[in-house]
Antibody, heavy 115, light 107 residues
Framework: EVQLVESGGGLVKPGGSLRLSCAASGFTFSSYTMNWVRQAPGKGLEWVSSITSSNSYIYYADSVKGRFTISRDNAKNSLYLQMSSLRAEDTAVYYC????????WGQGTLVTVSS | DIQMTQSPSSLSASVGDRVTITCRASQGIRNDLGWYQQKPGKAPKRLIYAASSLQSGVPSRFSGSGSGTEFTLTISSLQPEDFATYYCLQHNSYPRSFGQGTKLEIK
């Protein structure tokens, strides 16, 4: 069974940093592109970033470029999102999703940016 | 960048009704589109992939169609558990883009 479990969310002050993790199981993690998608409270889904299976290609939304860094550790079956220079508008539930087509999603972790 | 325009943004319907939700892409995306259902407090769940293929385990009352720039999700006979928010996602190119969502409510 495919499982994706996000962690690392919490309350952080504007300008602060946070690192999210996504632990994957039930599939060959190293074979899949992985993604981060977020959802601000009461809003729609927003794609944040993707990383290909062997780290060859990385993509970011303009809204996070230069502030967020996606990475993965295929030996640990884990995906990461390092977030810095956080703003109030980054407040959201952050989901990791599997594959080019985002077929499976984790349950999400809430990031709140507030003073 | 590809923009996905989804309509309507909200829809009131009754159990047993047939409903259709549309997504339009700002440029051709072949059939690189999925449809997702999201219930409050839960993660999105994929219903349809490759524009018209039913995800395993999803009831057959859900169907998708379209290619290029125009796509539809149809629910043939609404059930109580179908009241939720629906999104399309294009995976033809980066940056990925979602439709704005359609909130399906009980009439």
């Amino acid at each position: 069974e495919v499982q994706l479990v996000e962690s690392g969310g919490g309350l952080v002050k504007p300008g602060g940093s946070l690192r999210l993790s996504c632990a994957a199981s039930g599939f060959t993690f190293s074979s899949y592109t992985m993604n981060w998608v977020r959802q601000a409270p009461g809003k729609g889904l927003e794609w944040v970033s993707s990383i290909t299976s062997s780290n060859s290609y990385i993509y970011y939304a303009d809204s996070v470029k230069g502030r967020f860094t996606i990475s993965r550790d295929n030996a640990k079956n884990s995906l990461y999102l390092q977030m810095s220079s956080l703003r109030a508008e980054d407040t959201a539930v952050y989901y990791c999703a599997r594959g080019v087509e985002a077929d499976y999603w984790g349950q999400g972790t809430l990031v709140t940016v507030s003073s | 960048d590809i923009q996905m325009t989804q309509s309507p943004s909200s829809l009131s319907a009754s159990v047993g009704d047939r409903v259709t939700i549309t997504c339009r892409a700002s440029q051709g995306i072949r059939n690189d589109l999925g449809w997702y259902q999201q219930k409050p407090g839960k993660a999105p769940k994929r219903l349809i992939y490759a524009a018209s293929s039913l995800q395993s385990g999803v009831p057959s009352r859900f169907s998708g169609s379209g290619s290029g720039t125009e796509f539809t999700l149809t629910i043939s006979s609404l059930q109580p558990e179908d009241f939720a928010t629906y999104y399309c996602l294009q995976h033809n190119s980066y940056p990925r883009s979602f439709g704005q969502g359609t909130k399906l409510e009980i009439k």
